[in-house]
């Protein structure tokens, strides 16, 4: 008897059906499309000697980091939401794209929105092959977001926010209470030495070189290219 | 993660620097690189065609083959490269994908050997990119329903019936493929005749005879002859009726049967008659009743179990259903519209034919469909001026569902004429492959009598044999392998059939239900003996044919001129030999395949000459004695 009544359903279901395609025909409307804009951006960097001039890398290196770079940009640059994706994809618990907003601002020396191969490779060169200070000067910049030479502390609890956001929900232990606001204290504390509410680039590398476990932090990157 | 950003880790990890002035504690030691930093090219050799790639741009995809170790059981040491025999066509598409990321179809390749290609290297067909993928599913789509028609076009009713099916199963049988025996296609052919017969009765009956003597009024030849067409109706009606109620008790789901089209077509056609029976001869009634009489023209549509068009083009009216629907939604409103307008506009002419709307609806349909019968014509300027805006607008709307319904029909018609077309070239794909295989066995007989099967230490051995290859030295050593283990020996058939004739024993008659009666070209003084021959390669209809009763090659027994050695050799076992013969059941290496219907058998026929007496099952049935006698592989 159930199956009756179903078959029954479906049987004045598809009356209505057919009855609907009566009325409205099989029709479907043609969506065109007049807007293909295709902004082709090509970049090509500069020469390779000149790259290997301004960075310290050996020409090997810069082949090998350009091949994957094309590969992956063919137009030659990154621009901000490319970028927010692909460093999205290395942190799927959180949502890493206010910082990764940061970092592309960092890189983007030339702040016209799109990363060119100098660009990456420059900023490469600084953190992998560079001198202490030079790391130091390019991790103050990261934080100084409006570079105006200070970190306010807005500003790096806007940083550290951002990094606890790529955490995600689901640490352990739970994220209580306003941790970064702590954080952002602890730094100021060690960073801010006259205490006036910004840390200066000379503030911020005297007060990094004096710790110890960060200096031997710094040499673990050599060898990642 | 996809691998495309495995290019952005390095970067990805020197931005971690950004983190230490905020790290709490230490960061952890990075891993140990094992590989060397370098990149290395790689060189891959497809079928002679040399491709080099990074060995970074490989390692991309891991659980491929080329992305994993597998690659290294292809590594050819002297060469320093990577060697596969496979299409170097396909492989540049391969290559490709490891390079952007994205595998794409290549358009003009068979999608069988693309797949294969696919699953050779270990990449899976989803990954194919958003551009290709819908060609991608429909060709592979359209492929598999090709082999599935091919399939069921194969097996579907040719097979043969297994031997102890009910009497119901075999009357479905021959009601659903009357070419499987002649009582079924002779009870077809009646039916069509009876079917015929009624509807032209049904005509003749309304046509005007001579008058009977006395009256001056014509006479429909019905009423003037009425018992004799009472006569022909009862007579069809009944055998209508019989083959309903058998198709009724033959049906293996009756249920289904009730609902299906055809079944309804049977009873509209015969119920009138009934029903004509059963009622009395009232004066109400009667009136319904010669309605009813109307419905015997729905025999007709019993035709359309003998004839293919009509189904073609009732499926085709079923598939285009949508189409046709929108045609006469479409009608509908520009005829209503038109009708107001041509009433309204007419309204004030005396004496006009455009009483109401729906009146003049007669005249927007005549319009419409350009047919203009004259009858009604408006007078006044206006309707003059929409009436031809009614003819040209009915133009249009009729038009233009019409090429999609045209479209549909070619489409059923051809893939119904390509199906016809497979199964006749079935028929000479498998003689080709019978073909090769007698082939095989006559090498290996031909390979006993030139005395391959002794020692090859001798310088005697004939060139003939020093000259087979490698594979045909083994394979005969494994025949011979065989015939040691089941101590017996091939032969072939007609040494076989010598030997058994000799032994004069005993013979049953064949159990094929129909003979055909072409004779073998053996003349023989016994007539058992031809029978039997005659049976064998003659063309028996016991298996399943589909079609005309003919078979499609001509068989002409090829006498084989055995060498003495063999036959006596034979001879010598001819205990084994006895034992063999009582069985009719020998192994049939192929069954016949039968010609299509629409096809006459004799276009698609290859002369093939050289066929020597090619079996037929004489009993698909149980083998119980061990296939020891085999006359062909």
Not at chain 1, 67 to 88: D, L, M, Q, W
Not at chain 1, 161 to 175: E, F, H, Q, S, V
Not at chain 2, 494 to 503: A, D, G, P
Request: glycine share 6%; with cysteine; aromatic share 10%.
């Amino acid at each position: 008897m159930a199956g009756c009544t179903s078959r029954c359903r479906q049987g004045v279901l598809k009356f209505m059906q057919s009855l609907r395609r009566l009325v409205f025909g099989t029709l479907s409307k043609d969506k065109i499309d007049d807007e293909l804009e295709m902004t082709m951006v090509c970049h090509r960097p500069e020469g390779l000697e000149q790259l290997e001039a301004q960075t310290n890398f050996t020409k090997r290196e810069l082949q090998v980091l350009y091949r994957g770079f094309k590969n992956e940009c063919p137009s030659g640059v990154v621009n901000e939401e490319t970028f927010k994706h692909i460093y999205a994809q290395f942190f799927p618990h959180g949502d890493a794209s206010t910082y990764a907003h940061y970092l592309f601002n960092a890189f983007d020396s030339t702040k016209n929105g799109s990363i060119k191969f100098e660009d990456f490779v420059m900023g490469l060169s600084l953190l992998l092959r560079g001198s202490t200070r030079e790391k130091l000067e390019w991790t103050f910049h990261l934080y100084d977001i409006n570079r105006d030479g200070y970190i306010s502390r807005e500003e790096m609890t806007e940083i550290v926010r951002a990094i606890y956001d790529m955490m995600g929900k689901y640490t352990y232990p739970a994220l209580k209470g306003d941790v970064p606001k702590q954080h952002v204290d602890a730094f100021f504390q060690k960073m801010d030495k006259n205490k006036d509410g910004v840390v200066t680039l000379d503030e911020f590398v005297l007060a990094c070189q004096e710790d110890e476990t960060m200096m031997r932090s710094m040499q673990l990157f050599e060898n990642v290219i | 993660m996809a691998a495309g950003v495995a290019t952005w880790l390095p970067f990805a990890r020197a931005a971690a620097v950004g983190w230490l002035p905020l790290a709490k504690k230490t960061m952890p030691k990075p891993p140990i690189d094992k590989k060397s930093r370098s990149d290395e090219i790689l060189f891959v050799n497809v079928s002679g065609l040399r491709f080099q790639t990074w060995k970074n741009t490989l390692d991309r995809y891991p659980d491929t083959l080329l992305g994993s170790s597998e690659k290294e059981f292809f590594y050819n040491e002297d060469t320093q490269e990577y060697f596969f025999d496979r299409d170097p066509e396909m492989f540049r598409h391969v290559l490709n994908f490891y390079r952007t990321g994205k595998l794409h179809y290549p358009r003009h390749e068979c999608i069988q050997a693309f797949d294969e290609e696919l699953a050779f290297y270990g990449i899976v067909p989803e990954i194919i990119g958003d551009c290709c993928m819908e060609e991608y599913r429909d060709r592979k789509k359209e492929n598999q329903e090709r082999l599935a028609e091919d399939n069921e076009a194969g097996e579907g009713g040719d097979a043969p019936l297994p031997p102890n099916s009910t009497s119901r199963e075999r009357l479905w049988r021959a009601f659903e493929n009357p070419h499987t025996s002649t009582m079924a296609l002779v009870f077809y052919y009646v039916t069509g005749f009876f079917i015929a017969v009624s509807v032209i009765a049904n005509v003749v009956e309304t046509v005007p005879c001579r008058p009977i003597k006395g009256t001056v009024k014509d006479l429909p030849c019905g009423e003037k002859y009425s018992l004799a067409f009472f006569c022909m109706d009862t007579a069809c009606v009944l055998i209508f009726t019989f083959e309903y109620l058998m198709r009724l008790f033959a049906a293996p789901s009756r249920c289904k049967f009730m609902r299906s089209v055809m079944s309804v077509i049977d009873v509209v056609a015969i119920m009138p008659y009934y029903i004509g029976l059963i009622m009395p001869e009232n004066e109400d009634v009667s009136g319904a009743f010669v309605t009813l009489r109307v419905f015997r023209v729905f025999r007709i549509f019993k035709f359309s179990r003998h004839s293919q068009g009509l189904r073609i083009l009732g499926y085709t009216l079923k598939s285009c259903a949508s189409e046709l629907g929108f045609l006469l939604f479409s009608l509908t409103m520009a005829i209503i519209i038109f009708a107001t307008v041509m009433f309204y506009a007419e309204k004030g002419t005396k004496g006009t034919n455009f009483t109401s709307i729906p009146a003049a609806f007669w005249y927007t349909i005549v319009t419409m469909t350009t047919l203009g019968y004259g009858d009604m014509v408006p007078n006044t300027i206006a309707g003059k001026i929409f009436g031809s805006i009614c003819s040209l607008s009915g133009v249009l709307v009729i038009a233009l569902p019409v090429p999609v319904i045209v479209s549909n029909f070619s489409r059923i018609y051809h893939q119904n004429q390509r199906a016809d077309k497979m199964r006749a070239q079935q028929k000479v794909r498998m003689a080709r492959i019978r073909l090769a295989k007698k082939g095989t066995t006559n090498a290996f007989l031909q390979y006993k009598d030139d005395g391959g099967l002794q020692d090859h230490d001798s310088d005697s051995t004939a060139l003939c044999v020093k000259n087979r290859s490698a594979f045909e030295h083994q394979h005969h050593h494994l025949l011979h392998c065989l015939e040691k283990t089941t101590n017996h020996e091939f032969t072939d058939e007609l040494t076989y059939s010598e030997v058994c004739m000799t032994e004069s024993v005993g013979y049953r008659t064949s159990r094929s239900t129909s003979l055909s009666s072409h004779q073998g070209n053996s003349s023989s003084c016994c007539p058992r003996r031809a029978k039997r021959r005659a049976i064998r390669l003659a063309n028996s209809t016991v298996s399943v044919s589909r079609g005309s009763m003919q078979e499609l090659d001509t068989l002409q027994v090829h006498k084989t001129s055995l060498a003495p050695q063999s036959r006596s050799s034979l001879n010598a076992r001819t205990e084994d030999l006895k034992l063999n013969c009582d069985d009719r059941d020998f192994t049939a290496a192929i069954i016949s395949i039968p010609t299509p219907p629409a096809n006459t058998p004799d276009e698609s026929l290859p002369p093939s000459p050289a066929i020597p007496g090619i079996l037929r099952n004489s009993r698909s049935g149980s083998f119980p004695h061990d296939p020891v006698k085999i006359s062909s592989l």
